[in-house]
Structures are given as structure tokens and as C-alpha cells.
């Protein structure tokens, strides 16, 4: 597991998994040892099950300290209060205070905005006949869309990308390159929120600082983690959907034509459970973030100790098939699809809304403007991140018929 032909196609070695070892001990790249839940329902009852702590303090080793459970560089740069991290009461608290920006009026309200980015980074290339969509489609249009909810001035957010890019390559860039990012961005975040005292506006982190100042006790830290982690997970998540999803649709040409119906049709119904497919098939996540056993405990029959990491393989749950017909068939028109793509429970992904929002406009503008995109490279030419929690293409070249004008 985890190797470089794993991360091209894990399903084969998930579905063993499920079969034979549905809860599964093993040692992960960076040593340590954790437990791996890979059937549907194990999974649901695992993700919503309060006796598993995010809270690292709760591991029964000090690897959380040495950076190697969690987010590479959080711990050293004080951005470990986030929502990933913590559990209720915290978790409940600051959940709330976030949640204010994601509600589906808000998240409406930013479509027109969306249209315009992935209008804008389709002209940079149309005219060319060819691009790679990971890093001129699908990474740039998440990284302005989060920096624009969280109110980071245009003039910085290419800074955001430099640093986003580099925890987006994770152990392809240079050593320690992940930790001076995070390192980079915390200071820019401290920095930006002192600005922004001075001047609130309609963004998030003025939301987050208006918050606190009324006495929902908001410390500076913890306003920096929670836009450290929007980005983070904002970010990476929406680039693998729009990627893995662009991917999915090229080779399943059948799939691809539905789609490009639906679009032309303004069938948004079909369009919305052809995005909630896509999840499904290939999502972005392909295991949860990490819990820890704060008790002995049990799940699919295995006994769990105090301490002990447990990770939810969600690309697994989402291919069982005793919940989903035929799941290894991408089928845009699913409608029983309750997939675990974004979590369950109280972890769900607060900007699943928006990312939703993002792949489905990303989509449409992408295969309703260049209707003859066509992959430009073999699928087994291809490289993945296989990183622990996300699973995408690293890059994902195309062509098409140059649009002029």
C-alpha cells in the first residue's frame, strides 16, 4: 500500500481490503501504525462515533509532535485549533461561528464570482489548443475563490498560491518546503487580521474578528488556524474534484456526452447528482482525517485500544458493494447515492456547499467551452499524489481545438 502503483488505482487493493481485512492494522509510510476502516458501514458509524477524538493530544504515541500525524508544519507554527483538530465543546463553538459563511444563501451569492475565474483561466489557454488542467484550471480557480471568501487582498493572493502550491506537492518539492509554507502563511494570516481590525469588511476573517470582539471568546490563534484550515482543506479537496472529475469524464465518453447534455440543457438537477457521482466514484479525500480512541472499543469486529489511530478509508466505503449497485460504474444519473465523499457526522466538511458549487461550474465551463477536450497522454503515463488523506492527479495535460476570439 501507498506505493506509487497504488496511488494510480487503489480500488483493487481497497476492495481485498473489504473483503478479507475490513479493519485492517498497518504501518504507514511515515511509521506509524493505525487502523484502517474500509466497509460502508463501518465507516459511517466510525465517522460519527464520539468515543474517536480528532484531538492528536489523544495518541497513544508523541508522533503528533514530530509532525507526523496531522497537517506537515501545524504544531510548529501554532495553527493546531482548528476544526480538524478539536472536539466538542471547542469544536461545537467554533463550527458555529464558521458556519455563518457557508450558508447556502452565501454560497448562491458566489456563483457569479466563480463563472468569472473559470471563465477567465479557460481564456488563458483556449486560444493555445492545449493545457495541463491541474495547474491552469483546477489549482489557480479554488485558491482565488477561498481567497476571495476569507477577504485576502488580489494584490496577495499569488503569495497564497506560491505557498498552497508548495503544500499541494507535499514530498515533491524541497525538504521542509511544506513546514516554511505553513510557516509563511501563519505569519501572513496574523499580520492580515491586525490589518483587518482596523477595516472590516464582508469577508470571512472579518466575520471571524467581529466573533470575537462580541465575546465568543475568538483568540487570534484560533481565528489564524481556522483561515489556515479553510484554505488548506478549501483548497485541495476542489482542485482533486475538478481534476478527478475532468478525468473521470474523458474516459467515460458515454458519461461525458450526459453531462454535456445536461449542461447545454440547463438541467441543473442532473448537473448537481453528476457532481455528488463524481464524489462517489473518485473523490478528492480518499481517507479521513485522523481520530484517536480515547477508550478500548470495537469496530467491525476488531478491538481498538486507548490511543490507538483510526483512519476511515471514504474511496473504499464509497465502492462497497453491499450499498452501492455496480460501484465500480460511473453512472452520472445515480440517485441513492448517500456517499461519504465529504465525512459524516459532526466533521462533515463545513465548505462541502462551495465546493460543490465550484466543481459543477468548473465542469460546465470547462466541457461546455472546449466540447472536443481530449486527454493528451496515456492514462498509465499519468502521475498521482498519493499523499495519506487527498488522492489527485498531479497534472492532467489535454487538448482540443484552439478557440479564437
Same mark, same amino acid.
Given at each position: 500500500?501507498?506505493?506509487?502503483?497504488?496511488?494510480?488505482?487503489?480500488?483493487?487493493?481497497?476492495?481485498?481490503?473489504?473483503?478479507?481485512?475490513?479493519?485492517?492494522?498497518?504501518?504507514?509510510?511515515?511509521?506509524?501504525?493505525?487502523?484502517?476502516?474500509?466497509?460502508?458501514?463501518?465507516?459511517?458509524?466510525?465517522?460519527?462515533?464520539?468515543?474517536?477524538?480528532?484531538?492528536?493530544?489523544?495518541?497513544?504515541?508523541?508522533?503528533?509532535?514530530?509532525?507526523?500525524?496531522?497537517?506537515?508544519?501545524?504544531?510548529?507554527?501554532?495553527?493546531?485549533?482548528?476544526?480538524?483538530?478539536?472536539?466538542?465543546?471547542?469544536?461545537?463553538?467554533?463550527?458555529?461561528?464558521?458556519?455563518?459563511?457557508?450558508?447556502?444563501?452565501?454560497?448562491?451569492?458566489?456563483?457569479?464570482?466563480?463563472?468569472?475565474?473559470?471563465?477567465?483561466?479557460?481564456?488563458?489557454?483556449?486560444?493555445?489548443?492545449?493545457?495541463?488542467?491541474?495547474?491552469?484550471?483546477?489549482?489557480?480557480?479554488?485558491?482565488?475563490?477561498?481567497?476571495?471568501?476569507?477577504?485576502?487582498?488580489?494584490?496577495?493572493?499569488?503569495?497564497?498560491?506560491?505557498?498552497?502550491?508548495?503544500?499541494?506537492?507535499?514530498?515533491?518539492?524541497?525538504?521542509?518546503?511544506?513546514?516554511?509554507?505553513?510557516?509563511?502563511? =501563519?505569519?501572513?494570516?496574523? #499580520?492580515?487580521?491586525?490589518?483587518? @481590525? $482596523? %477595516?472590516?469588511?464582508?469577508?470571512?476573517?472579518?466575520?471571524? /474578528?467581529?466573533?470575537?470582539?462580541?465575546?465568543?471568546?475568538?483568540?487570534?490563534n484560533e481565528a489564524a488556524a481556522m483561515a489556515f484550515i479553510l484554505l488548506f482543506a478549501g483548497f485541495e479537496t476542489t482542485v482533486n474534484l475538478i481534476g478527478n472529475g475532468t478525468y473521470a469524464l474523458l474516459r467515460h465518453p458515454g458519461q461525458r456526452r450526459?453531462?454535456?447534455?445536461?449542461?447545454?440543457a440547463g438541467d441543473t438537477a442532473l448537473l448537481q447528482t453528476a457532481v455528488e457521482e463524481l464524489l462517489r466514484y473518485d473523490g478528492p479525500v480518499e481517507l479521513a482525517t485522523w481520530r484517536f480512541a480515547t477508550e478500548p472499543m470495537e469496530i467491525g469486529g476488531?478491538?481498538?485500544?486507548?490511543?490507538?489511530?483510526?483512519?476511515?478509508?471514504?474511496?473504499?466505503?464509497?465502492?462497497?458493494?453491499? =450499498?452501492?449497485?455496480?460501484? #465500480?460504474?460511473?453512472?452520472?444519473? @445515480? $440517485? %441513492?447515492?448517500?456517499?461519504?465523499?465529504?465525512?459524516?457526522? /459532526?466533521?462533515?466538511?463545513?465548505?462541502?456547499?462551495?465546493?460543490?458549487?465550484?466543481?459543477?461550474?468548473?465542469?460546465?465551463?470547462?466541457?461546455?467551452?472546449?466540447?472536443?477536450?481530449?486527454?493528451?497522454?496515456?492514462?498509465?503515463d499519468l502521475r498521482w499524489r498519493g499523499g495519506l488523506i487527498m488522492r489527485g492527479l498531479r497534472e492532467l495535460p489535454v487538448e482540443f481545438d484552439p478557440v479564437r476570439g
Amino acid at each position: 500500500m501507498f506505493s506509487h502503483e497504488f496511488a494510480t488505482d487503489p480500488y483493487p487493493a481497497y476492495a481485498w481490503l473489504r473483503e478479507h481485512a475490513p479493519v485492517h492494522r498497518t504501518v504507514l509510510p511515515s511509521g506509524v501504525e493505525a487502523w484502517l476502516v474500509t466497509r460502508y458501514e463501518d465507516a459511517r458509524e466510525t465517522l460519527a462515533d464520539p468515543r474517536l477524538s480528532k484531538n492528536p493530544v489523544h495518541h497513544s504515541e508523541a508522533a503528533h509532535g514530530k509532525g507526523k500525524v496531522g497537517i506537515p508544519g501545524e504544531r510548529s507554527a501554532n495553527l493546531m485549533t482548528h476544526l480538524l483538530n478539536i472536539d466538542p465543546p471547542d469544536h461545537t463553538r467554533l463550527r458555529r461561528l464558521v458556519s455563518k459563511a457557508f450558508t447556502p444563501r452565501r454560497v448562491a451569492a458566489f456563483e457569479p464570482r466563480v463563472r468569472e475565474l473559470a471563465d477567465r483561466l479557460i481564456d488563458g489557454f483556449a486560444a493555445r489548443g492545449s493545457a495541463d488542467l491541474i495547474h491552469e484550471f483546477a489549482f489557480p480557480l479554488p485558491i482565488h475563490a477561498i481567497c476571495d471568501m476569507l477577504g485576502v487582498p488580489a494584490e496577495d493572493q499569488d503569495d497564497f498560491r506560491d505557498w498552497a502550491g508548495m503544500m499541494l506537492r507535499h514530498g515533491g518539492g524541497p525538504r521542509g518546503g511544506v513546514g516554511r509554507a505553513v510557516k509563511r502563511m =501563519r505569519a501572513y494570516l496574523a #499580520d492580515l487580521i491586525h490589518r483587518k @481590525r $482596523g %477595516d472590516l469588511g464582508e469577508d470571512l476573517i472579518s466575520g471571524l /474578528i467581529r466573533a470575537s470582539d462580541h465575546g465568543e471568546h475568538l483568540t487570534e490563534n484560533e481565528a489564524a488556524a481556522m483561515a489556515f484550515i479553510l484554505l488548506f482543506a478549501g483548497f485541495e479537496t476542489t482542485v482533486n474534484l475538478i481534476g478527478n472529475g475532468t478525468y473521470a469524464l474523458l474516459r467515460h465518453p458515454g458519461q461525458r456526452r450526459l453531462f454535456q447534455e445536461a449542461s447545454a440543457a440547463g438541467d441543473t438537477a442532473l448537473l448537481q447528482t453528476a457532481v455528488e457521482e463524481l464524489l462517489r466514484y473518485d473523490g478528492p479525500v480518499e481517507l479521513a482525517t485522523w481520530r484517536f480512541a480515547t477508550e478500548p472499543m470495537e469496530i467491525g469486529g476488531q478491538r481498538i485500544a486507548t490511543g490507538d489511530p483510526v483512519l476511515v478509508v471514504l474511496a473504499a466505503a464509497d465502492r462497497d458493494p453491499s =450499498r452501492f449497485a455496480d460501484p #465500480d460504474t460511473l453512472d452520472l444519473t @445515480r $440517485g %441513492d447515492n448517500p456517499h461519504l465523499g465529504y465525512g459524516h457526522g /459532526i466533521h462533515y466538511c463545513l465548505g462541502a456547499p462551495l465546493a460543490r458549487l465550484e466543481g459543477r461550474i468548473a465542469l460546465t465551463a470547462l466541457l461546455g467551452r472546449l466540447p472536443d477536450l481530449r486527454l493528451a497522454a496515456e492514462p498509465a503515463d499519468l502521475r498521482w499524489r498519493g499523499g495519506l488523506i487527498m488522492r489527485g492527479l498531479r497534472e492532467l495535460p489535454v487538448e482540443f481545438d484552439p478557440v479564437r476570439g
